[in-house]
């Protein structure tokens, strides 16, 4: 996630070198933080276990060597020249590369979808021709769905390992950082360093939901002088202890490495990946800035001071040997020792808070997939682009990384399952590279063969060494990304049987048309926005409520909230407006389009942007009509994108009055009933934070013109009118339930599980920001 002022650029190359400067000075704070404290813990952790007989200057040079090409192969080769290549209209990340996958192919699983989405300007963003190779690839992930399920399986086990390192990466970075407590001549006792720890992570996590804007502009420096100061630590180490460290460049020196150590280098290969963790990061959080400002800052700054800082450790250890358990406290000279310690500290701080924020961004995409539950996001800053901060996931985070920390109490075992974690995610994007390189390059299969083959051998090397670690802490990354997986599949198995049952079980139009204009209960005054994920038809819940109450208002619209395969929906294509019935009805369908990266801001205007969304679409349709013999091809699926961010060409709509108010203001006018006006007073006194500002617009239409009909004027004043006695949001409150004759598995699934996160997750009302003072909830018993 971003933790800079920057607003995403979606052309890069248009930047100038003096912002691209700027840009890539901020990323140190957020792209970097991870990746540059790595060399607090990357030695001990290789040299732990059965490589411990092996420590002479020979094992140690060899294992610099290892770390500088991990350093080069992978940051370097695979991030710096191919990944930074691969955005999605700016974004990247494991998302990313899934969104541009699907959008190439139909490869989306996403239920509401409509051809009509694929009409969005950030849809179409490849080339038009094909390849053989390419559209014969493209035809067989297309036809079998158990192929595009497997690769949502792959993409979602990815985003839970990143969601593990939330809660392992602070772990040990903290830990790690205070280690240099246990190399002073003062130790602190084992018991004492935790209970810092402790104290340090619960400070860490609570204050999350400050947002890290009002300490943003310390992240940049902190992380700088940190690798300026390891950059110099590295170079005296260099020069005063072994300058011979230098010739450890050459990969001859792995061989005899693998030469001398055997099976047991090959294991150690789980704490060498070590030095690459973070990495991802170079590509997650591309969208915030720029792929000229991330190559800058790594090839300039980061990979340099890495490597120095490496070869100086190793030259340290290669003449002290019993350093190796602290060895990065062990090798800073006494002067700078207590510097060094807390810029140390503050280092790991800022590390930690980007992969927090990062965790909250990965879940706020899951959910856009339908894979997770809903949850309350908070918007730190409403004027920087991208810092959400999430309570309960907070929350679950804190909990679980204190039972880390307080469990293994060594950074040795929580680097196992870290450096875990960090190469599934990396062996995942490689996979989703190859894919992206025939599907959306439309390059020769043997070229994305060759790049996964060659990565792939690579990392799984790595991999392989890693797994072998799965005993020694392993387990535990493991474990988080099965806990995580699983809620991701049942919440998106729950929400998909649901979905079938409302699709199976809409209105039919025929029954809608026969009950009349009238529908055959009483037109209330005002609008009633129904909410239902149907793209299409009507939903059971409206025949349910029809049934119940004979009463409904004068204006009926059905509102879809929906997630598209893209990063950002412009504004101006955010709505879909159509007709369901011919005119008399005043019934109409309006769809919100987000992204996967959008956020869903409350601005208190929605209604005003749907009132003149649908008048706009009245006029167009209107002038349409006119050179159609056929007025019944004016509704029932035909929709039309309409944004309200546009002028009104005919300006047949004006804002008579415009002015903020208080939610609570008593004298403001109205034409709700006094029933409703106490009920209103009665929750602001309940709810006092109820007491926001509020956007009041009046519309008046304009006076007649040649060019309207009387029914368009008259369409238009039943909808001010409706808008003017007010709109009321009704709601399923849904039970989900197994069918008597389902399995034993998907009664577990369904009846404990789903109805577990529903209970616990926040409601449909919430999520949408619907006011509770006109919320309608209608019952319904989905039995799936």
């Known amino acids: 996630m971003a933790e800079s002022g920057v607003s995403p650029t979606r ?11 700027i840009l890539a000075y901020q990323s140190f704070g957020v792209v970097y933080g991870d990746i540059s404290t790595s060399p607090l813990y990357v030695y001990p952790c290789t040299f732990i276990g059965k490589l411990h007989k092996h420590q ?19 940051p370097l080769l695979k991030y710096f020249l191919v990944l930074l290549s691969a955005d999605d209209d700016g974004e990247g990340g494991t998302f990313a590369l899934y969104s541009l996958l699907c959008r190439h192919s139909k490869l989306s699983l996403l239920h509401n979808q409509q051809a009509a989405d694929e009409e969005l300007s950030a849809y179409n963003c490849g080339p038009s021709s094909e390849a053989g190779t390419s559209s014969l690839f493209k035809r067989i992930l297309e036809k079998h769905k158990r192929l595009r399920t497997a690769l949502l399986v792959v993409v979602l086990f990815g985003a839970a390992m990143v969601i593990g390192n939330g809660v392992l990466t602070p772990a040990i970075s903290v830990l790690s950082s205070l280690s240099g407590l ?35 502009f310390m992240f940049a420096p902190i992380v700088i002088i940190w690798l300026i100061s390891i950059l110099f630590v590295g170079l005296y ?117 980007a992969v927090i924020t990062t965790t909250f961004s990965i879940i706020k995409q899951c959910h856009a997939l339908g894979c997770f539950p809903r949850v309350k996001v908070v918007h730190t800053l409403k004027h920087i682009y991208g810092q959400i901060y999430i309570p309960e996931i907070n929350w679950i985070l804190m909990i679980l990384t204190l039972a880390i920390a307080i469990g293994f109490r060594e950074t040795t075992f ?51 060494a890693a797994l072998m670690k799965v005993p020694q802490g392993g387990w535990v990354s493991l474990v988080l990304a099965f806990i995580f997986m699983i809620t991701m599949y049942v919440w998106r198995y729950g929400t998909r049987r649901k979905y079938s049952f409302d699709l199976h079980n809409k209105v039919s139009l025929k029954w809608l048309l026969g009950l009349g204009p009238s529908l055959g209960i009483v037109r209330v005054p005002g609008i009633g926005l129904v909410y239902s994920e149907l793209a299409t038809g009507v939903p059971a819940i409206f025949s349910h409520f029809v049934t119940n109450l004979p009463a409904f208002h ?105 002015e903020d108010i208080d939610f609570a203001d008593p004298t403001r006018q109205s034409s709700k009933s006094m029933t409703l006006q106490s009920l209103r007073s009665v929750y602001e006194d309940e709810y006092p934070q109820g007491q926001v500002r509020r956007r009041a617009v009046r519309f008046r239409l304009m006076p007649p013109s040649r060019g309207m009909e009387s029914s368009v004027r008259e369409e238009l004043m039943d909808l001010i009118g409706a808008k003017e006695a007010g709109v009321a949001y009704i709601m399923g409150h849904s039970y989900v339930k197994a069918r ?6 998907k009664k577990l699934t369904i009846d404990i599980g789903y109805s577990f996160l529903r209970k616990n997750c926040r409601g449909p009302a919430v999520a949408l920001n619907i006011p509770p003072i006109s919320l309608i909830e209608v019952g319904m018993i989905y039995y799936v």
């Open 414 to 464: 929580i680097g196992n399952a870290y450096g875990l974690a960090c190469m599934i995610v990396m062996f995942i994007t490689t996979f989703l590279m190859a894919l992206v390189i025939v599907v959306v390059w439309q390059k020769s299969c043997f070229l994305a063969g060759l790049f996964l083959g060659t990565l792939w051998m690579v990392e799984g090397v790595y991999l392989s």
């Open 554 to 658: 004068k204006v009926v619209v059905f509102v879809c909230v929906k997630s598209v395969p893209v990063p950002h929906v412009p504004p101006e294509e955010r709505f879909l407006i159509g007709r369901v019935c011919p005119k008399p009805y005043r019934m109409y369908r309006c769809i919100v389009r987000y992204g996967y990266k959008d956020i869903q801001r409350e601005d208190g205007d929605f209604e005003n942007q749907l009132i003149q969304s649908i008048a706009e679409f009245i006029q167009m349709e209107a002038g349409e009509l006119q050179s159609l013999a056929s007025e019944s091809q004016s509704y029932d699926g035909r929709m039309a994108v309409l944004s309200s961010q546009k002028s009104l060409s005919s300006a047949i709509l004006t804002v008579s009055e415009v």
């Open 237 to 353: 180490n260099i020069i005063y202890w072994n300058p011979k460290i230098i010739h450890a460049i050459s990969p001859l020196y792995i061989i005899k490495f693998f030469r001398v150590t055997g099976q047991d280098g090959w294991i150690s290969l789980g704490g060498v990946l070590l030095s690459v963790t973070g990495t991802e990061a170079m590509f997650a959080d591309l969208g915030h800035f720029t792929s000229v400002s991330i190559r800058l800052a790594f090839a300039v700054v980061v990979y340099p001071c890495l490597v120095v800082q490496y070869m100086g450790q190793a030259a340290f250890l290669s003449k002290n040997l019993g350093s190796i358990p602290n060895s990065f406290y062990n090798s800073v000279p006494d002067p700078v020792f207590w510097p060094v310690f807390v810029i140390a500290s503050l280092a790991a701080i800022v590390g930690s808070q």
């Open 56 to 74: 002479n200057e020979e094992a140690v040079f060899g294992a610099f060597s290892l770390i500088f090409w991990t350093l080069t192969l992978l």
């Open 740 to 745: 008597k004759s389902s399995s034993w598995l």
């Open 182 to 216: 246990q190399a002073t001549e003062k130790k602190l006792t084992d018991g004492e360093l935790l209970l810092l720890v402790c104290v340090i992570l619960v400070g860490l996590f609570a204050l999350q939901h400050c947002g890290t804007h009002r300490v943003a």
């Open 11 to 21: 052309n890069p190359s248009q930047l100038s070198w003096v912002r691209n400067l």
